[in-house]
């Protein structure tokens, strides 16, 4: 089972740097306390330091994904302190902004295209992604259950009620369908059958 090391104190310290002044929407969480999450979740699971790294780091490349870094800009400032390898897992579990030939996705292009090259991310990378996905959605359970306003909830997500509870489906089902089937997407399944009970 992977522990301290300075490569995650690394990566925590430079997640704390990025998300500085971000909370968790809806929340006045820290936004840091996503990435603690998701990397507990993968330590439960056992997976090795890497995975690990990357998951801390997973919101901080998608930040830099979605505020239109260039791949050069994302090689020196990222690919350069955790290796290219380490960037590579993190940008093939990232949505895109753009397909291949530059054009603007739409919102539902953007999660049409993500579930679609998942197929194309190695096992580690998987395991972050949906390890990200059971942290959001244990979040919003956690959440529903502790209000008696859960349209104060629903309202934080552009996708509403159904589209949330939809996406973290078929966040799961994909996962299976490209042969996926560890434990967590147990887990995930789960926690998305809940969302559509609560």
């Given at each position: 089972?992977?522990?301290?090391?300075?490569?995650?104190?690394?990566?925590?310290?430079?997640?704390?740097?990025?998300?500085?002044?971000?909370?968790?929407?809806?929340?006045?969480?820290?936004?840091?306390?996503?990435?603690?999450?998701?990397?507990?979740?993968?330590?439960?699971?056992?997976?090795?330091?890497?995975?690990?790294?990357?998951?801390?780091?997973?919101?901080?490349?998608?930040?830099?994904?979605?505020?239109?870094?260039?791949?050069?800009?994302?090689?020196?400032?990222?690919?350069a302190k955790f290796g290219t390898s380490m960037l590579a897992m993190l940008l093939s579990v990232t949505e895109r902004r753009t397909d291949d030939d530059g054009v603007e996705f739409s919102s539902d292009d953007r999660k049409d295209d993500f579930l679609a090259r998942l197929s194309l991310a190695s096992e580690d990378a998987l395991w972050v992604c949906a390890a990200d996905?059971?942290?959001?959605?244990?979040?919003?359970?956690?959440?529903?259950?502790?209000?008696?306003?859960?349209?104060?909830?629903?309202?934080?997500?552009?996708?509403?009620?159904?589209?949330?509870?939809?996406?973290?489906?078929?966040?799961?089902?994909?996962?299976?369908?490209?042969?996926?089937?560890?434990?967590?997407?147990?887990?995930?399944?789960?926690?998305?059958?809940?969302?559509?009970?609560?």
């Amino acid at each position: 089972m992977t522990g301290y090391s300075d490569r995650i104190n690394h990566a925590f310290a430079f997640a704390a740097k990025h998300h500085d002044q971000q909370v968790r929407k809806g929340t006045r969480l820290p936004y840091l306390t996503h990435p603690a999450n998701v990397a507990i979740i993968l330590t439960r699971y056992g997976c090795g330091e890497d995975t690990v790294v990357a998951g801390i780091l997973h919101d901080v490349v998608g930040d830099c994904v979605r505020n239109g870094w260039t791949g050069e800009t994302l090689d020196e400032r990222i690919g350069a302190k955790f290796g290219t390898s380490m960037l590579a897992m993190l940008l093939s579990v990232t949505e895109r902004r753009t397909d291949d030939d530059g054009v603007e996705f739409s919102s539902d292009d953007r999660k049409d295209d993500f579930l679609a090259r998942l197929s194309l991310a190695s096992e580690d990378a998987l395991w972050v992604c949906a390890a990200d996905t059971v942290h959001n959605a244990n979040s919003i359970l956690s959440d529903l259950r502790r209000t008696s306003f859960p349209e104060t909830v629903w309202g934080r997500f552009a996708a509403g009620r159904e589209g949330t509870v939809r996406q973290y489906a078929r966040m799961s089902e994909r996962l299976r369908e490209i042969g996926f089937t560890a434990p967590i997407v147990d887990e995930l399944a789960h926690a998305a059958a809940e969302l559509g009970r609560i």
